[in-house]
């Protein structure tokens, strides 16, 4: 089983900029597509991004596309998302998350078997 640790969370200002990054740890990384979801308070889970084993591809919900990008350090064992232009809308608890039974990247949170802790992102406005 992998074992994923976020980090980088924290409380910016709208606009603001903030990176997250997912270390992954106890099987090979590469052999995982990758996601990032988020849940805010209230709220259910929702996609923001995922990416392919060898970065050949990527996607983006609607509501980060142009602000946020996924990206992987195979050699690291290490998955980022760098947030900018942030809104408060994007409070929420981010979370990374591993697949190894996927051959293409999705958005379905049930595709994907690992999760890391979470990492708090705040926004103000």
């Known amino acids: 089983q992998v074992l994923l640790v976020e980090s980088g969370g924290g409380l910016v200002q709208a606009g603001g900029s903030l990176r997250l990054a997912c270390v992954a740890s106890?099987?090979?990384?590469?052999?995982?597509?990758m996601g990032w979801f988020r849940q805010a308070p209230g709220k259910e889970r929702e996609f923001v991004a995922a990416?392919?084993?060898?970065?050949?591809?990527?996607e983006y919900a609607d509501s980060v596309k142009g602000r946020f990008t996924i990206s992987r350090d195979n050699a690291k064992n290490t998955l980022y998302l760098e947030m900018n232009s942030l809104k408060p809308e994007d409070t929420a608890v981010y979370y990374c998350?591993?697949?190894?039974?996927?051959?293409?990247?999705?958005?379905?949170?049930?595709?994907?078997?690992?999760w890391g802790q979470g990492t708090q992102v705040t926004v103000s406005s």
């Open positions: 106890g099987r090979t990384f590469s052999n995982y597509v």
């Open positions: 990416i392919s084993r060898i970065s050949s591809s990527s």
């Open positions: 998350a591993a697949s190894r039974s996927i051959v293409t990247i999705s958005t379905n949170e049930y595709s994907y078997h690992a």
